[in-house]
Nanobody, 120 residues
Framework: QVQLVESGGGLVQPGGSLRLSCAAS???????????MAWYRQPPGKERELVAR???????SYADSVKGRFTISRDNAKTTVYLQMNSLKPEDAAVYYC???????????WGQGTLVTVSL
């Protein structure tokens, strides 16, 4: 069973940076079996939204609100996906979730989330 564990959240001042990590267990990435993975976030009182996605071929896509500030990457040897967040704004505050979307060979999986707070 695939499990995702996020880490790296915390309190940061506006303009600061954080790097989130998502470690996948119960799965082994390989050249022939590497899932698309994504980061979502859910601000307080709002719906969950897609932040960034990375495919097995390292194609990347971002929400307009984070383009130029956030970078998604992956280390297949460590079965880990990262989200580098720079120039953080108060509106980036949210619980950030790692996700493996449903796709051939993989069922949908969600992590438990990590809280990012952006405040003075």
């Amino acid at each position: 069973q695939v499990q995702l564990v996020e880490s790296g959240g915390g309190l940061v001042q506006p303009g600061g940076s954080l790097r989130l990590s998502c470690a996948a267990s119960g799965i082994r990435f390989s050249d022939f079996r590497t899932p698309t993975m994504a980061w979502y976030r859910q601000p307080p009182g709002k719906e969950r939204e897609l932040v960034a996605r990375i495919t097995s071929g390292l194609g990347k896509s971002y929400a307009d609100s984070v383009k130029g500030r956030f970078t998604i990457s992956r280390d297949n040897a460590k079965t880990t996906v990262y989200l580098q967040m720079n120039s953080l704004k108060p509106e980036d505050a949210a619980v950030y979730y790692c996700n493996v979307p449903a796709q051939p060979g993989f069922s949908e999986v969600w992590g438990q989330g990590t809280l990012v707070t952006v405040s003075l």
